[in-house]
């Protein structure tokens, strides 16, 4: 690596330190809208413990974030976004039968 690339690499990540310790605000930011879960659920028609058994979480995680108690997080918020878009490829690719 020459040191054009070694000293801007060190720069982004001295300005990531400045930013996890609230030094200073990122210059821009992704905010993704919540999914509603329940209406998720509801499109496709599925009870709360056959949608939690297709998207392999307990009933009673389902039941948290239907009510606002837990907000889904990471893999789970990408999962809900795919069936979202397009349930049938995912019960598809998830070797699912819905029927």
Known sequence: ???ELFNELLTSIQEAGKIMRGETKPMQVYEFEEPDVKAIRE???FSQSKFAALIGVSLRTIQNWEQGHRHPTGPAKVLLRLVQADPESVFKNLHINHA
Do not use: E, V
Request: no cysteine; proline share 0%; charged share 35%.
């Open 1 to 3: 690596m020459d040191n």
């Open 43 to 45: 499109r496709i028609g």
